[in-house]
Protein backbone atom coordinates (compact mmCIF):
# COMPACT_ATOMS: atom_id res chain seq x y z
CA UNK A 1 0.00 0.00 0.00
CA UNK A 2 1.79 3.38 -0.87
CA UNK A 3 0.91 5.32 2.03
CA UNK A 4 2.28 2.46 4.23
CA UNK A 5 5.26 2.23 1.82
CA UNK A 6 5.30 6.13 2.33
CA UNK A 7 5.97 5.89 6.36
CA UNK A 8 8.37 2.62 6.17
CA UNK A 9 5.87 0.08 7.37
CA UNK A 10 6.71 -3.31 6.64
CA UNK A 11 5.48 -6.64 7.87
CA UNK A 12 8.43 -8.43 10.05
CA UNK A 13 6.33 -11.29 10.59
CA UNK A 14 3.01 -13.24 9.84
CA UNK A 15 0.69 -15.15 12.25
CA UNK A 16 -2.07 -17.42 12.22
CA UNK A 17 -3.81 -14.70 14.30
CA UNK A 18 -1.98 -11.80 12.97
CA UNK A 19 1.05 -10.06 12.27
CA UNK A 20 4.01 -7.90 13.09
CA UNK A 21 4.61 -4.56 11.57
CA UNK A 22 7.86 -2.41 12.12
CA UNK A 23 8.68 1.02 11.20
CA UNK A 24 11.95 3.35 11.94
CA UNK A 25 10.69 6.38 12.89
CA UNK A 26 12.73 9.62 10.46
CA UNK A 27 12.42 13.21 11.77
CA UNK A 28 9.73 14.31 9.77
CA UNK A 29 7.93 11.80 11.65
CA UNK A 30 8.50 13.11 14.91
CA UNK A 31 6.09 15.75 17.01
CA UNK A 32 7.27 19.22 18.28
CA UNK A 33 8.91 17.03 21.84
CA UNK A 34 10.78 15.25 19.29
CA UNK A 35 8.72 11.64 19.95
CA UNK A 36 6.77 9.60 17.33
CA UNK A 37 3.86 11.39 16.80
CA UNK A 38 0.71 10.25 17.60
CA UNK A 39 -1.00 10.37 14.18
CA UNK A 40 2.25 7.97 12.77
CA UNK A 41 1.26 5.50 16.07
CA UNK A 42 -2.33 5.70 14.70
CA UNK A 43 -1.11 4.61 11.52
CA UNK A 44 0.91 1.97 12.71
CA UNK A 45 -1.76 0.38 14.65
CA UNK A 46 -4.58 0.65 11.24
CA UNK A 47 -1.54 -0.48 9.03
CA UNK A 48 -1.10 -3.72 11.15
CA UNK A 49 -4.38 -4.85 11.46
CA UNK A 50 -5.48 -3.75 7.87
CA UNK A 51 -2.77 -5.89 6.60
CA UNK A 52 -3.61 -8.75 8.79
CA UNK A 53 -7.57 -8.37 8.34
CA UNK A 54 -6.65 -8.38 4.48
CA UNK A 55 -3.62 -11.52 4.79
CA UNK A 56 -6.46 -13.79 7.30
CA UNK A 57 -9.19 -13.12 4.69
CA UNK A 58 -7.39 -14.71 1.55
CA UNK A 59 -6.90 -11.11 0.39
CA UNK A 60 -10.93 -10.10 0.49
CA UNK A 61 -10.62 -6.37 0.24
CA UNK A 62 -11.42 -4.77 4.20
CA UNK A 63 -11.45 -1.13 5.43
CA UNK A 64 -11.85 0.62 8.45
CA UNK A 65 -14.90 1.05 10.70
CA UNK A 66 -13.71 2.25 14.13
CA UNK A 67 -10.62 2.46 15.71
CA UNK A 68 -9.38 3.43 19.28
CA UNK A 69 -5.92 3.96 20.46
CA UNK A 70 -4.76 4.43 23.81
CA UNK A 71 -1.32 5.84 24.30
CA UNK A 72 0.35 5.06 27.05
CA UNK A 73 3.98 6.38 26.45
CA UNK A 74 5.88 8.76 24.79
CA UNK A 75 7.52 6.90 21.57
CA UNK A 76 11.29 7.91 22.25
CA UNK A 77 12.95 5.41 20.59
CA UNK A 78 13.86 5.09 16.02
CA UNK A 79 12.98 1.69 15.92
CA UNK A 80 8.85 0.57 16.37
CA UNK A 81 6.90 -2.63 16.17
CA UNK A 82 3.23 -3.24 16.18
CA UNK A 83 1.63 -6.58 16.90
CA UNK A 84 -1.84 -7.19 15.53
CA UNK A 85 -4.08 -9.85 16.59
CA UNK A 86 -7.58 -10.59 14.96
CA UNK A 87 -9.87 -11.83 17.41
CA UNK A 88 -12.84 -12.26 15.96
CA UNK A 89 -13.25 -12.53 11.82
CA UNK A 90 -17.73 -12.62 11.17
CA UNK A 91 -19.41 -12.43 8.21
CA UNK A 92 -19.30 -9.09 7.49
CA UNK A 93 -16.82 -7.31 10.33
CA UNK A 94 -13.62 -8.22 11.98
CA UNK A 95 -12.49 -6.87 15.54
CA UNK A 96 -8.93 -6.71 16.09
CA UNK A 97 -6.35 -5.55 18.71
CA UNK A 98 -2.70 -4.35 18.20
CA UNK A 99 0.56 -3.23 20.59
CA UNK A 100 2.94 -0.52 19.46
CA UNK A 101 6.49 -1.33 21.22
CA UNK A 102 9.07 0.83 21.20
CA UNK A 103 12.77 -0.63 20.41
CA UNK A 104 13.35 -1.78 24.29
CA UNK A 105 10.19 -3.36 24.10
CA UNK A 106 8.00 -0.69 26.47
CA UNK A 107 4.63 -0.30 25.38
CA UNK A 108 4.14 2.82 23.54
CA UNK A 109 0.29 2.53 22.50
CA UNK A 110 -2.40 0.07 22.01
CA UNK A 111 -5.71 0.16 19.88
CA UNK A 112 -8.68 -1.39 19.04
CA UNK A 113 -10.06 -1.47 15.25
CA UNK A 114 -13.46 -3.07 13.57
CA UNK A 115 -13.44 -3.51 9.59
CA UNK A 116 -15.70 -4.53 7.32
CA UNK A 117 -15.25 -6.40 4.05
CA UNK A 118 -15.96 -4.63 0.98
CA UNK A 119 -17.45 -5.88 -2.26
CA UNK A 120 -14.82 -6.10 -4.56
CA UNK A 121 -16.52 -3.15 -6.28
CA UNK A 122 -16.70 -1.02 -3.34
CA UNK A 123 -12.80 -1.78 -3.22
CA UNK A 124 -12.25 0.30 -6.11
CA UNK A 125 -14.17 3.45 -5.78
CA UNK A 126 -12.89 6.73 -6.72
CA UNK A 127 -13.56 9.72 -4.78
Given at each position: ?????????????????????????????TN???????????????????VA?????????????EM????????????????????????????????????????????????????????????
Amino acid sequence: MPFNHHLGFHVARMYKDGLTMECTARPEMTNGHGTLHGGVTAALIDAAIGVAVIALAGGRPAGTVEMKVNYLRPGRDDKFHCRSRVLKMGRTLVFAEAVVRDGRGRVVATGQATYIYLEESAANWSW
